[in-house]
């Protein structure tokens, strides 16, 4: 078992900044690939960034590309997301999800490819 705490999330005017944390426990965190997901109301869970085992190889949805990274501290046993020009569209309840993989360089970006989930953290945009 995997456990997943997200961190940091919260209210930010458009334009602004936050930083998302995840810390995990449980197993061996570099055997791991990591992703962020983020579910609007009325939405499907999207993956708007996910990182390789290693951190050598990331991957943006179009929407937020120049604007966050996702990177990961393995010996903190944690990923992080640096969001940065928020606006309203980045409203939504955020995740980060584990999957296990000998793929060291590999990400994932579908929903059921992860096995181990968060218990997500909202952030709202506003004026």
């Known amino acids: 078992q995997v456990q997943l705490v997200e961190s940091g999330g919260g209210l930010v005017q458009t334009g602004g900044s936050l930083r998302l944390s995840c810390a995990a426990s449980?197993?061996?965190?570099?055997?791991?690939?990591m992703g962020w997901f983020r579910q609007a109301p009325g939405k499907e869970r999207e993956c708007v960034a996910a990182i390789s085992r290693s951190g050598g190889n990331s991957y943006y949805v179009d929407s937020v590309k120049g604007r966050f990274t996702i990177s990961r501290d393995n010996a903190k046993n944690t990923v992080y997301l640096q969001m940065h020009s928020l606006d309203f569209e980045d409203t939504a309840v955020y995740y980060c999800?584990?999957?296990?993989?000998?793929?060291?360089?590999?990400?994932?970006?579908?929903?059921?490819?992860?096995?181990?989930w968060g218990q997500g953290t909202q952030i709202t945009v506003s004026s």
């Open positions: 999800a584990a999957k296990g993989t000998a793929r060291s360089g590999g990400y994932y970006l579908r929903r059921d490819e992860y096995t181990y």
């Open positions: 449980g197993r061996t965190f570099s055997d791991y690939a």
